[in-house]
């Protein structure tokens, strides 16, 4: 029987004000002020959570691209991470290369629309950035950067998808970890949303396959009550019996319980039972699968407005144990409880 060793997952959770990077940088250290080194294995932060989210187009989020391990988010989670002996991962607004530049999609443009920053070797608007994930050791290195592969809305008019999932095999007790953005929970285009049994699940799917053991997704998720949802109301009512996540009350200091439901039925195949769900991920993918039995699953969110939408908070941890036909919610964040969370668990 594998020996079970403690996980501290922390999350960073408050409401970033839009283009005020340093005192959204000041804000989380004073966060963070108490926190003693060695004291926790992982720390995570939301989505774009220093430069805020809601950018109308490239030309308004330009001024706040970052370059990778100089820029102002890489900079705090090094001397974070370095501060504390752990792994720090935030999300921030990355600056390509000119070598990385697209061209922007003609079905995004509108005569009428935004202006963009150009490529100057082209007439062609250009993507300017990526929605980006970085992840720091504990000696204050750049171990990883993710950027975001399934984009949403707020993203397409300035940022350029990634090329997939990865998955970074840390040392004990993270073990293989993948980390990824918010709407990549969801469907990626050009495929639909099929049905609860069929997904597709491109996520879960990349976990099961790759063996992870920790999933971290850094997220700008909106409030359920919003209407800002990818998926229609409509599917919500048909995620079928044993995917509820139980929590009570509707406070301010209580997670939204419609977006902790909707990100566990996003995560169905990990933790179904030998059900159709099951049967077709089997079927397909028999040759490589080597998935774990048991996924911890950390979302870190913010909350707060911007631009007339307002952000769900209620970041959690949860465990999916493959079969067990119920995701296991450990903790939860309040929808507007600002603060520090450590959350320990147990890993295989």
């Known amino acids: 029987m594998a020996t079970m060793v403690p996980l501290r997952v922390g999350v960073v959770q408050f409401a970033p004000k839009i283009g005020k990077v340093q005192a959204n940088i000041a804000k989380a250290q004073e966060l963070c002020k108490g926190l003693t080194p060695r004291s926790v294995d992982i720390l995570c932060f939301p989505e774009m959570i220093f430069s805020g989210y809601m950018f109308p187009d490239a030309a308004s ?48 443009a509108t005569s009428d629309g935004p202006q963009h920053p150009t490529d100057t070797h082209s007439s062609l608007p250009a993507l300017v950035g990526a929605n980006t994930a970085i992840l720091y050791g504990p000696t204050g290195e750049l171990l990883s950067l993710y950027r975001k592969t399934n984009l949403f809305r707020t993203d397409v008019s300035w940022a350029t998808a990634g090329h997939g999932f990865t998955v970074i095999d840390l040392p004990p007790p993270l073990g293989k970890t993948t980390i990824a953005i918010c709407n990549d929970l969801n469907v990626q285009a050009p495929a639909v949303w099929d049905s609860i049994e069929h997904g597709p699940y491109e996520l879960a799917r990349h976990c ?137 668990t147990s890993i295989r």
């Open 208 to 344: 099961m396959q790759e063996g992870t053991r920790l999933l971290v997704v850094l997220n700008a998720w909106l409030k359920s009550d919003t209407d800002e949802d990818e998926e229609s109301g409509d599917e919500r009512k048909d995620e079928g019996e044993g995917s509820e996540v139980d929590v009570d009350g509707d406070s301010h200091q209580q997670p939204d319980r419609s977006v902790l439901h909707y990100w566990a039925v996003r995560l169905r195949p990990t933790w179904a039972g030998d059900n159709e769900t099951e049967k077709v991920e089997r079927s397909e993918h028999q040759t490589d699968l080597n998935e774990p039995n048991d996924l911890t699953v950390v979302l870190c969110n913010r909350f707060g407005h911007e631009g007339g939408i307002t952000f769900a908070g209620s970041s959690a941890m949860f465990l999916m144990r493959k079969g067990s036909g119920r995701p296991q919610l450990l903790d939860a964040m309040g929808q507007k409880e600002e603060g520090v969370k450590i959350w320990t």
């Open 61 to 108: 989020i330009y001024p706040y691209l970052e370059n990778p391990r100089t820029g102002p988010t890489s900079m705090f989670c090094s001397e974070l991470a370095r501060r504390l002996e752990c792994y720090v991962t935030a999300g921030f607004p990355e600056r390509l290369e000119h070598s990385d530049l697209q061209p922007l999609p003609t079905t995004s």
